[in-house]
């Protein structure tokens, strides 16, 4: 087996040394009755790297992939391209094998990356901080408002109409375990600021999606005011930070606690995971305390040399347990670094740039489809996502173009269940799609409709 | 004087300042460059990324244009490399040496497995694309859940959590839905947690709303029975073991254990942390266990990438499978089918974990692993895995101390009693081992145990890996007792940076870098 160092001389060597005769000596506490003796049932036995690999590329190939098709699938996961130095950095060996940085004086590397990671994300969302990362953006959100229970004491919380409905199920899931008032507003288009109407002295938190998750923009000024006024926090909620190169700054219009999704940028579709969670809020000892996951932070060695450590664990669950603000323990590592990467490789004209262009190239696709008879686009604002009506069922167009080949978006019901917004497609457009592509939506749209 | 052929001399002349002394001009010592921080070496009008001219358009961002100058500073790809290469040398890594965190299954990463992960069936598919143009990403889902249901004997498998605390939260809350079912929920408070469980075990459970009742442990290092009974009654919601424990020993009454939270009409929560110790070995079905997290990234080997992502699957029993969170996977015809919402579902799912399906470039991985080993490769990773463990105790013994008696599954706990009176702490031995060379141990864990080493080599290290290793030790352990004590409370001296003032970092917080005023 080309993974097991070990040889049969080694094994009865050791065994030796350890004084037993054989290997199940020392598995003699396992009870006789639950003692496996032969191989496990139904399993293959061990294969060479030219099998794996090959039964792999098979299973690889039963999938359309992104990239073989015209492509414009969004819904809080987007298809960036990625320079090839950010997947070669992310495999050194350094990064990738290394743990947790519990030992700073050899994790150097994986903190002050870490530390950059932090500053960026808090840039980027016009925050103060910023974590070390969550899983990903919906389970950030649901940490957000956890978080926001915790330092306003109290239990109200209001999910927009435009929030994803995958994340407000993960919100409502991750609450079950306290009591927790949840009000949950009906999806519609152009009607976020109606949260402002659920609002009491009792809300702990609003929680606000910009772009939408219909892809429409939302100013938060307004919204935030409102909330500061009765003591409440807003949550800002972003599932394409590519957007906050173009689209003020959830810090700048006044959010208190940022949660989203950082796969569009340095991160590869992967079918829903691993992606990368950010969470940032203001720098307000109430609201770091509060916080979850981890914290890479400056400080000195003993020769007063600076260096960065975990810090702030006293509010985590290896030394806080059943107290801890959360009972996370890992953060996105590797996705931490592909995302910081990216994002230096960037730059600020690079992001800007990129952000402009997702822009310009959505608004060129919208044009081209609001002229089509069947078809309407519906929103007023957008980044990079918008929702059209078409004259017919939009899961089953969604089937159809899939079969012409062409990836042509998402159908509405696949997020809100079916029932609601069945004549409705979310169509997301970035750098990777040329004009061909365009072309062959409208041909395929056409033809569905 | 010796030449080379080049006339050079080729031994060293006269004399130089050995390496403690001598202080260079640029910061860097030799391979060991200096590096400052991204904001301080980027520039914000620098890019490293090429990008076509953005066509004319009428902007419809609503009069939301971000105008504020974001700060973020650039690099060309050149320079961006230096930056990360730079940085990344300042890493332990796997692939630089034994990594002996115990609870934390530093095993080798096989880099087939990347390679893997990254074709374009499983890395470039959106968690939303039609169901039937990712057949092959399902097929692979499908295909995991079957190794790990035969890996553990179990009914099914929840693939969507994304980390091991994920996943003990999903276990917890797919029995707190059969509790609430069954009416109990007001009733059933109590969760039975070990005192040398993880953290997260009691973090978790507090999150389902539990309240948690710490186990102690007895003279063995195991559940302390008599307690147990004591403390088991109609109010128990279920107990969370981790098997083998922390210590590094296998719970011998673990069948007793399930019967008697069984009895009591409580649930069996497995943390499956130490997996590696007993597959192929025992199957978890047999202990008696309910719902277990499995951390891909121990057990299964997927990189650990200095802190994430990793992934956890649950597998669950009968009686919990019915409550499994969306979405999940049903056979459809020849193919596979996601099931993404309750009314769909014929099941109770108790809610959704997240926004998607789970960690897939992570299944890839685990499943390459798994594959490539068979039924009898993983059976041997765990006898290996012991064996190298018990190697290690039986060496150490000579100048450590065990923190048991007898054999220990697939890590070495040891205490700090061979250090009294030396003026040496477990924290100092650990550093020590840093210029030795070596990444230290799992440290003061588990709680019970003073000054805990807990050491989990793996079953990838070889004999001669393992020989160094102990050989280093031991001298270390020799060299405290005779009273060298500087050697470790000044450790390390030869890492990049000296201990790091940690006080300091928590009292006054700089959570990021800021510009400062010129």
């Known amino acids: 087996m080309r993974y097991l160092p070990l040889n049969e001389n080694d094994r009865a060597a050791m065994l030796a040394r350890i004084g037993v005769s054989s290997i199940d000596d020392l598995f003699a506490d396992i009870p006789a009755k639950a003692r496996l003796d032969g191989l496990i049932e139904g399993l293959p036995t061990h294969a060479s790297e030219m099998a794996v690999e090959r039964h792999f590329t098979d299973l690889s190939r039963q999938s359309l992939s992104a990239g073989d098709a015209p492509f414009f699938c969004g819904g809080g996961a987007y298809r960036h391209h990625v320079p090839a130095s950010v997947d070669h950095l992310i495999q050194r060996s350094e990064f990738l094998t290394a743990y947790t940085p519990y030992q700073p004086e050899i994790a150097q590397g994986t903190l002050q990356t870490l530390f950059e990671f932090q500053t960026q994300v808090a840039q980027l969302t016009g925050m103060d901080v910023a974590n070390a990362s969550l899983y990903d953006g919906s389970t950030a959100t649901a940490e957000a408002v956890h978080m926001a229970a915790r330092i306003t004491r109290r239990r109200k919380c209001v999910l927009a109409p435009g929030l994803h409905p995958h994340y407000a199920q993960t919100v409502q899931t991750a609450v079950q375990g306290e009591t927790m008032d949840m009000h949950v507003m009906t999806p519609a288009m152009g009607a976020d600021a109606d949260v402002m109407g659920a609002l009491d002295d009792q809300t702990a938190c609003i929680v606000v999606q910009n772009p939408n998750v219909f892809g429409e923009l939302v100013d938060l000024e307004p919204l935030a005011k409102a909330a500061h006024a009765v003591g409440t926090l807003l949550i800002a909620v972003t599932t394409e930070v590519v957007s906050l190169g173009l689209v003020k700054s959830p810090g700048e219009m006044g959010a208190d606690i940022v949660a989203a999704e950082g796969q569009s940028i340095g991160n590869g579709l992967s079918f829903g995971g691993p992606y990368v969670g950010l969470l940032a809020c203001r720098d307000d000892r109430k609201f770091i305390r509060q916080a979850p996951g981890r914290f890479a ?142 072309d062959a939506l409208v041909v395929a749209l056409r033809e569905a409709l | 004087m010796a030449m080379n052929s080049t006339g050079r001399p080729t031994a060293p002349t006269g004399d130089v300042p050995c390496a403690e002394d001598l202080k260079t001009f640029s910061g860097s010592r030799g391979l060991m460059q200096q590096e400052p921080l991204l904001h301080e070496v980027g520039a914000p009008e620098k890019c490293g990324v090429d990008l076509p001219d953005v066509p004319e358009h009428t902007a419809r961002l609503g009069g939301l244009e971000r105008d504020e100058t974001i700060g973020l500073p650039g690099f060309s790809e050149p320079e961006a490399m230096r930056h990360y290469v730079r940085l990344s040398q300042r890493n332990y890594a796997i692939d630089l040496g034994l990594y002996p965190l115990g609870s934390c299954t530093m095993k080798h990463n096989p880099r087939l497995n990347e390679k893997l992960a990254r074709l374009p069936g499983f890395a470039d598919v959106h968690p939303l694309q039609p169901q039937s143009t990712v057949q092959g990403a399902l097929g692979l889902m499908a295909e995991l859940s079957d190794w790990l249901v035969a890996i553990t004997g179990m009914d099914a498998v929840a693939l969507s959590p994304k980390a091991g605390a994920h996943g003990e939260w999903c276990g917890m809350m797919c029995i707190r839905a059969a509790i609430e079912e069954r009416g109990e929920l007001q ?25 948690i009742d710490e186990l102690p442990a007895d003279d063995t290092g195991r559940v302390d029975m008599e307690i147990l009974r004591a403390k088991i009654g109609p109010d128990v919601a279920a107990i969370m073991l981790t098997n083998p424990n922390t210590g590094g020993l296998f719970e011998r009454d673990i069948r007793e254990i399930a019967d008697l939270v069984h009895e009591a009409g409580g649930y069996f929560y497995c943390d499956g942390a130490n997996l590696n110790a007993i597959m192929g070995k025992t199957r978890v079905r047999d202990l008696g266990v309910d719902a277990m997290h499995i951390n891909l990234h121990k057990t299964f080997s997927t990189p650990h990438g200095g802190g994430g992502p990793g992934a956890g699957p649950v597998v669950l029993s009968k009686r919990l499978s019915n409550y499994a969170p969306l979405p999940y996977l049903v056979r459809d015809g020849d193919g596979w089918a996601l099931i993404e919402e309750a009314a769909q579902s014929d099941a109770k799912p108790f809610g959704r974990l997240s926004v998607f399906h789970g960690q897939m470039g992570m299944f890839v991985r685990a499943l390459a692993y798994m594959m490539s080993h068979g039924a009898d490769g993983l059976r041997q990773v765990s006898e290996d895995a012991v064996l190298n463990a018990n190697y290690l105790l039986a060496r150490l013994s000579e100048e450590m101390s065990p923190a048991f008696d007898g054999v220990c599954m697939h890590e070495a706990l040891f205490d700090d009693a061979f250090l009294k009176d030396t003026g040496v702490t477990t924290l100092d031995f650990a550093k020590a081992m840093i210029d030795e060379g070596y990444h230290p141990m799992t440290m003061y864990f588990p709680l019970i145990v003073h000054g805990a080493m807990l050491i989990e080599p793996t079953e990838t290290e070889s004999k001669e890996s393992l020989d160094r290793f102990a050989d280093s030790l031991l001298l270390l352990a020799k060299m405290a007792k005779s009273g060298d004590t500087t050697r470790f409370t000044a450790a390390p001296t030869l890492a990049p940076l000296r201990r790091l003032d940690e006080t300091r970092a928590a009292r006054t917080p700089i959570l990021r870098w800021k510009a400062t005023d010129a």
């Open chain 1, 297 to 438: 932070g400056e400080t000195v060695d003993e020769a007063g040399k600076r260096g960065y450590v975990l810090t702030l664990s006293t509010r985590e669950q290896h030394i806080r347990r059943e107290k801890a603000t959360s009972n996370i323990c890992t953060n996105s590592g590797l996705c931490t670094l592909a995302f910081s990467i990216h994002l230096a490789l960037l730059g600020e004209v690079g992001l800007r740039k990129l952000a402009a262009l997702n822009h310009a190239r959505a608004c060129q696709l919208a044009d081209r489809l609001d002229a089509l008879d069947g078809v309407e686009v519906l929103n007023q604002s957008f980044f990079n996502e918008f929702a059209v009506r078409v004259s017919g069922n939009a899961s089953q167009i969604i089937e159809d173009m899939a079969k012409a080949g062409v990836l042509g978006g998402i159908p509405a019901a696949r997020l809100f269940g079916a029932g609601y917004f069945d004549d409705v497609l979310m169509i997301a457009v970035t750098e990777t799609n040329r004009d061909e592509d365009f």
């Open chain 2, 187 to 211: 009733t059933r408070r109590r969760v039975l947690v070990p005192q040398s469980a993880h953290g997260t075990n009691p973090a978790t459970a507090a999150a389902c709303g539990f309240e």
